[in-house]
């Protein structure tokens, strides 16, 4: 991956200026550390900032056609650039490098927009077509790669980080409206971001300024047929389906000119890509992970089996408590966006033992989950829509017990609680939003703690009607179990995992991630699979199983499905407090800084230091507010000071 | 303090995040008004077994003896008989 930034000039806009792009291509250096590079016209200036990963020698961007027309900046990887080279050469296309780079370009040059349905990757990409003075951007179909915007009346700023643009730009306010969003879902609705005026270009979206106009559309979307069929005759044959299809999506990841690592977690998925890698690939097995000081979330012995099983050259870091403090302040830099919990920091340790060991790419298993359903989420929902048929049913509701037994304080406890707990909405399963009710209820409890000026801004929000009315009409028809795989990909996924815990963690230290899960193709695949073939029962990812099963060791295979979690209040409020959380905190802060209830957070925090905290809902406020006077801490009050000029 | 006020004291402090008595009745139900949930429920039942030296037993654990400040001052006075 790499970065990339720029700026076109509007109607009555200012030529673009040779220093305020090298000032947003400085914001962007941990994207790209091994180069940089510039195009600028009377129209329009592209920065790129470089982490060279194919084609190490003539990589090097911006990238132009033959009669230097178009130009190209792209940060990301387009695994089939070897058949779509071969596919443009046979075309008639002439290239000067090696690059996916240029295969894109030349994509763009011989299908126009519909360029972007040929391409299997990761990306972000803008083009330039200098002589009609039409820009083209894109963005990948699920939303690894960021690209975000901010358009005034003389200028287009663009870049895959805020700070790029806000380093340009100097308008710097948190987004309330935003804020609400995430105190709800976990991430703003896309194409919001946490800024005012900046918006991001949503996953799977194409943008085209040209003649002063812009338009901006979808080209690509999750997609879900009701009536697929439910055969369990065909069981096998889908089994070896999705593997064949995996095992290329993993294979096509690894093309890379510098050596692939990947990221071994203990669960499922990472295992099943690891062991691709391993049983079907010629690249040596190098695998990392991350421990926990904190025995309930440590993760290593499961990791160790795997390690021993496939012969993995292995190195894991371990993860205290106070690591988590200490490396809070910059990972928040990086999300750009508050945290609901800690789990992105861990991510960012390492990413950067990676980095150490001299590794730039990492496999992954994100994206398994919401496509083969994985979720305890789907669980729930399948148990709330079946007990939603009966109401008044005493033992439907008894299948809750199921759900969360990983949680050392589970909803699970007591019935009575449980049942009130997710009996939330049951009167209502036909909501567009009723699989993700409860979860959505439980994270706004957050915004008690408002304050009165918060509450006054947003007296006219309500995040729950943003979200309905962002969900198109079709997937309003779609059965229970889709509708909660869309609504969990197109927001916690798109908006959190792959950005704040996934692109950001990864690239703060110049280390790019790879999702064979998220090959377009294995969504297809999976989005045509009826729910039973996903979540057979309760048994969450069945088909996977099935399929990719024998290649692990049992014990992974039947092990129940844990989530990757790491401490919270644990981290922050302990003997060894850093100075900075009671610091941002404190009643001035708070008060300074104007989002939350000086009172409220006071007894927060009485109840935290007196050990009482001991919720998802106590841990979940707490990271949400420190988090937040954090973001306005960084962006706000001390920008200045963090920017690379 | 009478327990009351103690509970009053404990569930406006700690899920209330507030001192100002106006925001909780005594027989507001807890489930019913969002103040706790599953979780939180299980922080009630740890603070009366520290601070009133009882056991909650899983059959007490039900709405009429723990989801309001009423209803848990009857089954304090009722354990401590």
């Known amino acids: ?645 | 303090m009478s327990a009351e006020m103690e509970l009053r004291s404990y569930v406006l402090e700690n899920y209330l995040f507030t001192d100002d008595q106006s925001q909780l009745n005594n027989e507001d139900s807890f489930m019913d008004k969002g103040i706790v949930d599953s979780t939180g429920i299980l922080e009630i039942i740890t603070f009366i077994e520290d601070e009133y030296d009882i056991s909650v037993e899983d059959s007490e654990m039900i709405p009429e003896n723990l989801d309001s400040i009423n209803n848990l001052v009857k089954y304090l006075e009722k354990k401590k008989a």
């Open chain 1, 1 to 645: 991956m790499c970065g990339v930034a720029g700026y076109l000039k509007l109607k009555d806009g200012p030529e673009p200026d040779p220093v305020i792009l090298n000032l947003m291509a400085s914001q962007l250096v941990h994207r790209g550390p091994d180069g940089q590079g510039f195009y600028v016209d009377d129209t329009i200036g592209l920065a790129h900032t470089r982490l060279s990963i194919i084609d190490l020698e003539g990589g090097a961007q911006p990238i132009h056609d033959k009669d230097e027309r178009y130009w190209i900046v792209f940060n990301g990887e387009i695994f089939n650039y070897i058949e779509l080279r071969q596919e443009l050469i046979n075309a008639g296309a002439e290239f000067y490098t090696h690059s996916d780079t240029e295969v894109i370009l030349q994509a763009f040059i011989k299908y126009d927009l519909d360029f972007v349905n040929k391409l299997n990757g990761q990306f972000s990409i803008a083009i330039w077509d200098k002589l009609d003075k039409r820009l083209i951007m894109v963005r990948d179909r699920v939303g690894i790669v960021p690209l975000f915007y901010q358009l005034n009346k003389e200028c287009l700023f663009f870049a895959s980080e805020i700070k790029s643009i806000l380093a340009a730009t100097g308008n710097r306010k948190l987004n309330i409206k935003a804020l609400d969003q995430l105190f709800t879902f976990w991430a703003p609705v896309s194409p919001e971001t946490m800024f005012d005026g900046v918006l991001e270009l949503s996953p799977g979206h194409l943008f085209e300024y040209k003649n002063g106009q812009i338009d901006i559309k979808r080209y690509w979307e999750w997609s879900y047929d009701n009536k697929t069929e439910d055969d369990f005759s065909k069981v096998d044959e889908k089994a070896e389906e999705l593997q064949s299809l995996l095992t290329d999506a993993t294979q096509i990841r690894l093309r890379s000119d510098v050596p692939v690592g990947a990221y071994l977690s203990g669960g499922l998925d990472s295992s099943i890509i690891t062991s691709i890698i391993k049983n079907n690939t010629n690249t040596p097995l190098r695998s990392f992970s991350i421990q926990f000081e904190d025995k309930g979330l440590d993760e290593s012995q499961h990791q160790q089996l795997l390690i021993d099983s496939l012969k993995a050259d292995h190195s894991s870091i371990k993860c205290s408590y106070n690591d988590i403090a200490k490396n809070f302040l910059d990972t928040i830099w990086h999300t750009e966006a508050p945290i609901l919990r800690s789990a992105p920091v861990p991510m960012g340790m390492l990413s950067g033992l990676v980095n150490r060991m001299g590794y730039k790419v990492v496999l992954t298993g994100e994206g398994a989950d919401e496509v083969f359903g994985g979720y305890d989420i789907f669980k729930e929902s399948k148990i709330r829509s079946f007990w939603a048929k009966n109401k008044e049913s005493v033992i439907r509701p008894l299948l809750l017990k199921k759900l969360y037994p990983y949680l050392d304080v589970s909803p699970g406890k007591a019935q009575v609680y449980l049942q009130k707990f997710f009996g939330v909405g049951i009167d209502t399963p036909d909501l567009s939003y009723f699989s993700h009710l409860p979860r959505w209820i439980t994270t706004s409890k957050i915004k008690e703690f408002y304050s009165e000026s918060t509450k006054e801004s947003l007296k006219s929000v309500n995040s729950f009607d943003s979200l309905e009315s962002y969900l198109p009409d079709y997937v309003k028809k779609y059965n229970t179990f889709h509708r909660a795989q869309y609504i969990e990909s197109k927001t916690l996924m798109s908006g959190y995992l792959l950005a704040s815990q996934g692109d950001r963690m990864l690239m703060k230290n110049s280390v790019e991630g790879r999702f064979p899960f998220l090959d377009h193709r294995v969504i297809e695949f999976g989005s045509g699979l009826h729910p039973k073939f996903k979540m057979f029962g309760l048994q969450e990812k069945f088909l996977l199983k099935k399929s990719m099963g024998a290649l692990l060791p049992n014990k992974i295979v039947k092990r129940y499905k844990q989530p990757y979690r790491s401490p919270d209040i644990a981290s922050f409020i302990n003997d060894d407090e850093l100075g900075y959380v009671s610091d941002l905190l404190s009643e001035k802060r708070v008060k300074e800084y104007g989002y939350f209830d000086v009172n409220r957070v006071k007894f927060l925090l009485k109840k935290i230091r007196a050990g009482r905290a001991i919720g998802y809902k106590d841990n979940m406020a707490f990271m949400g507010i420190l988090s937040t006077q954090a973001l306005h801490y960084l962006f706000i009050e001390r920008f200045n000071d963090r920017i690379t000029v």
